[in-house]
């Protein structure tokens, strides 16, 4: 997915907020953002948003030295997370179709993307998370995807935000676990999940987890290490959640099932979707 017109004031939105968190200086903060609109000024914008973002959020690290800004916020994410995992499994147990469930809870879980939101009410969390048994959803993709995993016998799961790591277990939970690779991030940018976000979620006592080599807020191929890269061009089945890999992802060239929930205008426009749509799609381009 390219980066639109539309996606410029999201990243500028998202540099003001990190720029507040790391300093109550406006003189620092106006050199920040004066080098970040050079920066987004020379884009590419036949380049996906979180490869932009990567940009930015590179040259924010350089110009402040902080590596990782939102380290609280997900911290706080994945102990309230937590909290609610017990009752989330009780509803699990008793499921006529647990992995419809189990789905449908993780893509509720994407409503945690300080990416997006910038800030975010816990008790918006709780009311998607309620919601998510009821919402409307398209289940075609999920009668592929169970196809799929019917056969694999290599199945990547890629994650997206701390906190909504610990929704993208009970899906994990439902697939045949020695078959599983879980991916998170090399390194900290906004909420993303890294290796410490998949210990807490007690995912590195479940399956193998690696990182992808990279830092950037979804999966940007040409970023990647090797290693990831083998695991991600091997695998039987690839699952991709949030929207920063379905914008960096959509093109790829595989087949990728995409678990999301829409949560801005141009993703929307691009799935064919309303805002807030609860989204399973296979998507890439699998080659022949």
């Known amino acids: 997915m390219k980066t639109y017109f539309d996606c410029i004031p999201c990243l500028l939105r998202q540099t003001l907020d990190v720029t507040r968190k790391i300093t109550s200086d406006e003189v620092q903060q106006e050199q920040i953002i004066r ?5 987004t000024s020379r884009a590419n914008l036949l380049e996906s948003p979180p490869m932009l973002a990567w940009r930015i959020h590179h040259l924010i690290k350089k110009l402040t030295g902080v590596q990782d800004t939102y380290q609280e916020i997900k911290e706080f994410s994945n102990k309230l997370a937590l909290k609610m995992l017990p009752e989330l499994k009780e509803k699990l147990n008793h499921a ?3 992995l419809e469930m189990a789905v449908r809870l993780a893509i509720a ?3 945690i993307d300080f990416g997006v939101t910038g800030d975010l009410d816990w008790r918006m969390v709780e009311e998607t998370i309620q919601g998510a048994l009821s ?3 398209d289940t075609r993709g999920l009668d592929l995807l169970r196809k799929r995993l019917g056969t694999a016998k290599r199945i990547v799961y890629l994650t997206d935000n701390a906190g909504e790591i610990i929704f993208d277990r009970l899906v994990i939970e439902q697939l045949p676990l020695d078959a599983v690779t879980v991916v998170v991030k090399a390194a900290p940018i906004i909420n993303d999940a890294v290796m410490e976000d998949a210990k807490v979620a007690g ?3 479940l399956v ?4 992808n080599g990279m830092d950037a807020p979804g999966t940007v191929l040409s970023l990647c290490s090797p290693e990831f890269l083998k695991f991600f061009e091997n695998a039987d089945v690839v699952i991709a959640k949030g929207q920063g890999n379905y914008e960096s992802l959509s093109d790829a060239p595989r087949e990728v099932f995409f678990l999301l929930k829409a949560k801005c205008a141009m993703v929307a426009k691009h799935l064919h979707c309303q805002v807030g749509n609860f989204i399973l799609k296979a998507g890439g381009h699998p080659q022949d």
Not at 35 to 39: G, H, N, P, R
């Open 208 to 211: 193998k987890v690696i990182d």
């Open 96 to 98: 006529e179709d647990p």
């Open 109 to 111: 879980g994407n409503i």
């Open 203 to 205: 995912l590195t006592e």
């Open 35 to 39: 080098a970040v609109l050079k920066e």
């Open 135 to 137: 919402a409307s959803f």
